[in-house]
């Protein structure tokens, strides 16, 4: 629990000279920390498919059991990948995390497609945690959509210059 405060108010003094009429008292928490809440890596990645939807699962993982009733909230937010043609977006939700648990998947479905285009990102972003859960490191990690249809054609030239003979013509 969090430090708790109390507070002393002096009232009704007879034949006292009081310089103030109330203290403050606090009565300290020793009882350790609040579980932490973080991320178990800065990003995550899947080949998009050619077609259909797969999920890509971002783990978080608490140091310590979860307390009762401890929640947070998380949603996804644009980079390079769009909505709804990329991913499904998640609006901001709550997560009821369960007495004692550790670990926390969620999943977030990645649209497949054979267009050629380079490899695409987007967040996922948690805050808003209960006072019995501290949220550590980032409150966001990337993820990111890999390209596997190929690639753009490149262009190579030889040399780094050419001359031609401009001629005569009437």
Do not use: C, M
Request: hydrophobic share 25%; glycine share 6%.
């Amino acid at each position: 629990e969090n430090d708790e405060r109390f507070y002393l108010k002096i009232v009704d003094e007879y034949h006292l000279n009081v310089a103030t009429h109330r203290a403050e008292g606090i009565i300290l928490n020793d009882d350790g920390d609040y579980p932490t809440l973080s991320f178990t890596q800065n990003s995550f990645s899947i080949y998009e498919g050619d077609s259909g939807q797969r999920d890509l699962n971002f783990t978080l993982t608490l140091d310590t059991p979860a307390f009762e009733n401890s929640h947070f909230d998380y949603r996804t937010s644009n980079s390079s990948a769009k909505e709804p043609e990329d991913y499904i977006k998640i609006p901001r939700t709550t997560y009821n995390i369960h007495e004692g648990e550790q670990n926390i998947t969620i999943s977030v479905k990645i649209n497949g497609d054979t267009d050629i285009e380079g490899n695409e990102r987007f967040y996922l972003e948690i805050d808003n945690e209960s006072e019995n859960l501290k949220i550590t490191g980032t409150q966001k990690s990337k993820g990111i959509i890999l390209n596997d249809d190929g690639s753009y054609p490149t262009i190579t030239i030889d040399s780094s210059s050419y001359s031609v003979v401009e001629g005569n013509s009437s």
